[in-house]
């Protein structure tokens, strides 16, 4: 007669380090030498899988690990500053609404260089006179029929042609040679997308699309292609992914962004953290892929109602080094440290926009509207 056998059941922190374990295992083989088990590196953080669905055929893509934040400062500031655009839009029209707290949002990219004597400053504030035009009325334009990413694109292509075409950007001719104002024309677009985006839920197909949209407006290029050769990375120990790869990782993300129940319960500053690691670690594209990180990533704050952000040029360093430590280490903390940082610092200079909004109010529309806000909470 055969022993019979006792199958084994593991206590609950066993099964876990063996899920954890199997998972980390399905990504890469080896962390960081032999003997060393992903639970003994990640047990105390958040681990996040970058994966596609299993119907696909897709093994997980990558991985990243953080400690568990408290939002709650952060949370009240962006509630209080909801609160307060609701109260001024009862007194305030959309449209001067838009010209102070949106130009704000809008007008963080021009903030990124503060040397007012290089030309690139120059460039940025001259383009930033003329762009405001276009922001009108493409915003307007959306407001009167369903939203449509890429006739938006088009129309933002268009505007840049236009602005750059003006007899005061001959100064800056080697700028524009140079694509260095394309990146503000695709923040207004990307702005545009996020706005009309946050009461609808874009596919993957969608989101994929609006990818190649941004990139065609920061490479100045309608036809976009993947890149076919070995990238090549400067101060990094890291490969991107092989060419071949590109497009079903691209598929992936898009598609672990749009579907993916995980992603979906992320704060939006982890979110486009993972987003931005993801978009330079594959490197989809012939160059520019940091530019285009920079931009997706602001995007998804947008469409979550947080403040877009900038990364100055005096934390360029500070930001590539977080950023090839989280791809490199899988720890993507000190990168959303820095974007928590900008997405706090923008929400405050919102918030103490609006409060000049509701002091520049002439007297008696301040008492209608306290007169307002007390009927309101009468029962």
Request: hydrophobic share 35%.
């Given at each position: 007669?055969?022993?019979?056998?006792?199958?084994?059941?593991?206590?609950?922190?066993?099964?876990?380090?063996?899920?954890?374990?199997?998972?980390?295992?399905?990504?890469?083989?080896?962390?960081?030498?032999?003997?060393?088990?992903?639970?003994?590196?990640?047990?105390?953080?958040?681990?996040?899988?970058?994966?596609?669905?299993?119907?696909?055929?897709?093994?997980?893509?990558?991985?990243?690990?953080?400690?568990?934040?408290?939002?709650?400062?952060?949370?009240?500031?962006?509630?209080?500053?909801?609160?307060?655009?609701?109260?001024?839009?009862?007194?305030?029209?959309?449209?001067?609404?838009?010209?102070?707290?949106?130009?704000?949002?809008?007008?963080?990219?021009?903030?990124?260089?503060?040397?007012?004597?290089?030309?690139?400053?120059?460039?940025?504030?001259?383009?930033?006179?003329?762009?405001?035009?276009?922001?009108?009325?493409?915003?307007?334009?959306?407001?009167?029929?369903?939203?449509?990413?890429?006739?938006?694109?088009?129309?933002?292509?268009?505007?840049?042609?236009?602005?750059?075409?003006?007899?005061?950007?001959?100064?800056?001719?080697?700028?524009?040679?140079?694509?260095?104002?394309?990146?503000?024309?695709?923040?207004?677009?990307?702005?545009?997308?996020?706005?009309?985006?946050?009461?609808?839920?874009?596919?993957?197909?969608?989101?994929?699309?609006?990818?190649?949209?941004?990139?065609?407006?920061?490479?100045?290029?309608?036809?976009?292609?993947?890149?076919?050769?070995?990238?090549?990375?400067?101060?990094?120990?890291?490969?991107?992914v092989s060419q071949e790869n590109i497009s079903q990782s691209?598929?992936?993300?898009?598609?672990?962004?749009?579907?993916?129940?995980?992603?979906?319960?992320l704060n939006p500053i982890e979110r486009a953290c993972i987003?931005?690691?993801?978009?330079?670690?594959?490197?989809?594209?012939?160059?520019?892929?940091?530019?285009?990180?920079?931009?997706?990533?602001?995007?998804?704050?947008?469409?979550?109602?947080?403040?877009?952000?900038?990364?100055?040029?005096?934390?360029?360093?500070?930001?590539?080094?977080?950023?090839?430590?989280?791809?490199?280490?899988?720890?993507?903390?000190?990168?959303?440290?820095?974007?928590?940082?900008?997405?706090?610092?923008?929400?405050?200079?919102?918030?103490?926009?609006?409060?000049?909004?509701?002091?520049?109010?002439?007297?008696?529309?301040?008492?209608?509207?306290?007169?307002?806000?007390?009927?309101?909470?009468?029962?």
């Amino acid at each position: 007669m055969k022993p019979i056998k006792i199958k084994q059941f593991l206590k609950q922190e066993a099964q876990e380090r063996l899920a954890f374990n199997r998972r980390f295992g399905r990504v890469i083989q080896n962390l960081s030498g032999e003997g060393v088990e992903p639970w003994d590196l990640y047990r105390d953080k958040i681990a996040v899988f970058v994966n596609g669905k299993a119907k696909k055929g897709h093994k997980f893509s990558s991985f990243y690990c953080f400690k568990e934040r408290d939002y709650t400062q952060l949370n009240m500031i962006l509630n209080r500053i909801n609160q307060k655009i609701e109260n001024v839009r009862k007194t305030i029209s959309r449209g001067k609404k838009v010209d102070k707290v949106e130009d704000i949002m809008r007008g963080v990219i021009y903030d990124v260089n503060k040397n007012q004597e290089s030309e690139c400053y120059k460039a940025n504030q001259l383009y930033k006179k003329y762009v405001k035009k276009h922001v009108k009325e493409i915003f307007e334009y959306f407001q009167k029929k369903p939203f449509d990413s890429r006739e938006c694109s088009q129309l933002w292509l268009q505007a840049y042609r236009e602005i750059v075409c003006q007899p005061e950007f001959v100064d800056f001719s080697d700028l524009i040679k140079a694509n260095y104002l394309t990146f503000n024309t695709a923040f207004q677009y990307i702005f545009d997308y996020g706005y009309f985006k946050r009461h609808s839920k874009a596919s993957a197909e969608e989101f994929l699309d609006f990818i190649h949209n941004t990139y065609a407006l920061a490479s100045n290029n309608e036809y976009t292609k993947y890149r076919d050769c070995t990238a090549r990375i400067r101060n990094g120990n890291w490969l991107p992914v092989s060419q071949e790869n590109i497009s079903q990782s691209i598929e992936i993300l898009t598609d672990w962004f749009a579907n993916d129940y995980e992603s979906q319960k992320l704060n939006p500053i982890e979110r486009a953290c993972i987003m931005h690691c993801e978009l330079v670690r594959i490197q989809a594209f012939p160059d520019g892929n940091h530019r285009l990180a920079r931009l997706i990533a602001n995007e998804t704050l947008i469409e979550a109602d947080f403040p877009s952000i900038s990364i100055d040029f005096e934390r360029r360093k500070e930001y590539n080094e977080a950023t090839n430590k989280a791809i490199e280490t899988h720890e993507i903390d000190d990168l959303i440290d820095i974007y928590y940082e900008q997405v706090y610092k923008n929400a405050l200079k919102i918030d103490r926009c609006l409060d000049g909004l509701v002091k520049s109010l002439p007297e008696d529309t301040k008492k209608t509207k306290k007169v307002t806000d007390e009927r309101e909470k009468q029962p």
